[in-house]
């Protein structure tokens, strides 16, 4: 895989495999230490299928280890599959909001906040300035 658009319509469908296997995370946690930008775009991407099946601490705990990425298209992916788990449990991404906001990259707090309500979209941007 060597750009965003096939990390991205591939990786969802692969992360259906993770939904089957008994413990994802030595896999998503290998991939996001990967120096491949795009291996480490896969660790997020594929937590979407677990974010379907209903668990969520995959992409907690992927999200976390990719905060201080330096890519843009890393910051992104996590806005999105950050975004995606607010739409399963939103008291999670607001969680997860509290205890990171104030260091996540603009477009990443951009991302995971856009389905929200616009004054509490307003309420996190402002809040998470440095």
Do not use: C
């Amino acid at each position: 895989m060597n750009n965003w658009d096939i990390v991205d319509v591939s990786a969802p469908w692969m992360g259906v495999y993770l939904t089957e296997v008994e413990d994802p995370m030595p896999l998503l946690i290998k991939l996001s230490k990967s120096k491949s930008l795009w291996q480490r775009r896969v660790s997020i991407i594929l937590t979407f299928a677990l974010i379907r099946a209903g668990d969520l601490e995959p992409t907690i705990i992927i999200s976390e280890a990719l905060l201080k990425d330096e890519h843009n298209l890393i910051h992104k992916a996590v806005g999105w599959m950050l975004r995606e788990l607010g739409k399963k449990d939103v008291m999670s991404l607001r969680k997860f909001l509290t205890n990171h906001s104030h260091q996540m990259p603009r477009t990443m707090l951009r991302y995971s906040i856009e389905k929200l309500p616009e004054r509490e979209r307003k309420k996190w941007l402002i809040s998470s300035k440095r």
